[in-house]
């Protein structure tokens, strides 16, 4: 009994595992955030560069995940980590509020046609004090 127990932990962790990256790939691929991000740094030579850092990155942190694993570093090397991983999540809600059009139909709705780039930086300033805060006020050191 313990072998059929066993059998179906792997069967439904290694499905479910592959449903999440499969829907992990099809939002990036979607969202087209790897295209849009060679077009705008005028680097599309090195697309395979991009699929693949995304690829690793995700199994190495998965792999780190499931075992557990920590690296005691300083806050010296979890600034960097922290900013890239910002960046990365801004680029992925640019790239959903991109494709949806979110913008421009907020700013007709609100009567701020003319002013998209106040309701951006709006945006932008309310994400950074919201962050903030969050990690000056509920982040234990």
């Known amino acids: 009994m313990t072998t059929i127990k066993a059998v179906a932990s792997i069967f439904a962790g290694l499905s479910g595992g592959i ?24 680097t599309g030579k090195y697309i395979r560069f991009y699929e693949w850092s995304v690829v690793i ?3 190495a942190a ?5 075992n557990n694993l ?5 806050a010296c090397f979890l600034i960097p980590i922290g900013l890239a991983s910002g960046i990365f999540i801004g680029m992925l809600a640019a790239a959903l509020t991109e ?4 913008l421009p139909i907020l700013s007709k709705r609100i009567g701020m046609e003319g ?15 919201g962050s903030l805060f969050q990690w000056l006020v509920f982040v234990n050191y």
């Not at 494709?99 to 979110?102: G, I, T, Y």
């Open 19 to 42: 449903a999440v990256g499969i829907g992990f790939v099809a939002f990036l691929t979607v969202l087209g955030v790897i295209p849009r991000l060679t077009q705008l740094t005028k």
């Open 57 to 59: 990155s995700v199994v």
């Open 62 to 66: 998965s792999f780190a995940d499931l």
């Open 70 to 74: 920590s690296f005691p570093v300083g």
């Open 99 to 102: 494709v949806l059009n979110v």
């Open 115 to 129: 002013l998209i780039i106040s309701l951006l930086m709006a945006l932008v300033i309310g994400k950074v004090a």
